[in-house]
């Protein structure tokens, strides 16, 4: 059998490297945050936006970073979203019994955090994923709402935008720009993404409103189809129950803050009355 050649020409050299000890760079004393997920994703965006440049001090480059960093935040949110509806709601926590998840899962991860483990291989980036976790772990019927729809649809846009930035140094490539309209970006195919501090902003505002738009429909998913004697009709009874549902989807930290909790359980209820009484006189 003939040697094969092979050529050894020193085009470009590397330099010595060290191994890096990723055992030390994550913080070992963080404790999980307590408050609400869309507390803990409103803290996150807030103090990454406020690292963002001035508009004269802005760059493109920068600007893909902090993208990613808005989608990094949204991804961390819904994955704390599903883990929070597990553990309080009895339906979730019946679908999430069918699945399977590592070893390494299953043995070294706390019993509080371990629905975490249901999601290490799902990407939010695309609506088809969003939904089927809706679907499979809170046990979503027919399709979303339209106002979910909707932000469900801009939201995977930057999804789409933050593929370039990951994958291809901020160039559109052929896939992306089929899901964002071949007709308007076709000759911008392997163009790079010039992101300005104003869309930007604009695709933070996206992210955020498809956070907060997710929130609220998931906690009335989930509230909706409690049975009817889950609640006696009493605030002060019944306040324990409510406020175990409340307290993950409460908005305390941004400007439109959610009702109290009072109010919010007095609406519900009303609804929930109005609802069973013309249900009632259909019989």
């Known amino acids: 059998m003939a040697k094969e050649f092979r050529s050894t020409v020193s085009v470009t050299s590397a330099p010595a490297l060290s191994p890096l000890a990723t055992h030390l760079l994550f913080d070992k004393n963080y404790t999980t945050f307590r408050g609400s997920c869309i507390d803990e994703f409103t803290k996150r965006l807030r103090a990454m936006n406020a690292l963002v440049p001035r508009p004269d001090k802005f760059d493109s480059y920068i600007g893909q970073l902090f993208l990613l960093g808005a989608v990094a935040a949204v991804e961390s949110f819904l994955r704390s979203l ?45 609506r088809d994923n969003i939904e089927k976790a809706c679907r499979e772990l809170l046990g979503l019927k027919g399709e ?11 939201y995977v846009r930057i999804c789409h935008l933050r593929h370039c930035a990951v994958h291809r140094f901020g160039k559109l490539g052929a896939s992306n720009a089929v899901h964002l309209g071949l007709d308007d970006h076709m000759e911008l195919l392997e163009k790079p993404l010039l992101l300005s501090y ?16 997710l929130n609220s429909f998931v906690f009335n998913l989930l509230l909706s189809r409690l049975p009817d004697n889950h609640f006696v009709g009493n605030y002060s009874l019944d306040r324990p129950r409510f406020l175990e549902y409340y307290d993950v989807f409460r908005d305390k930290e941004s400007m439109s803050k959610s009702p109290s909790p009072k109010d919010a359980y007095t609406q519900f209820m009303a609804e929930r009355g109005r609802f069973l009484a013309q249900f009632a006189r259909q019989q």
């Open 198 to 213: 104003a869309s930007l902003q604009e695709a933070i505002a996206i992210a955020t409103a498809f956070v907060r738009t």
């Open 82 to 126: 599903f883990r929070r509806a597990i553990s309080i709601d009895g339906a979730c926590r019946d679908l999430a019994m069918k699945k399977e998840i590592s070893y390494a899962a299953a043995v070294y991860l706390r019993q509080d955090l371990l629905p975490e483990a249901l999601l290490e291989k799902t990407s939010f980036t695309s």
């Open 144 to 154: 979303f709402p339209e106002d979910v729809k909707v932000v469900v649809q801009q």
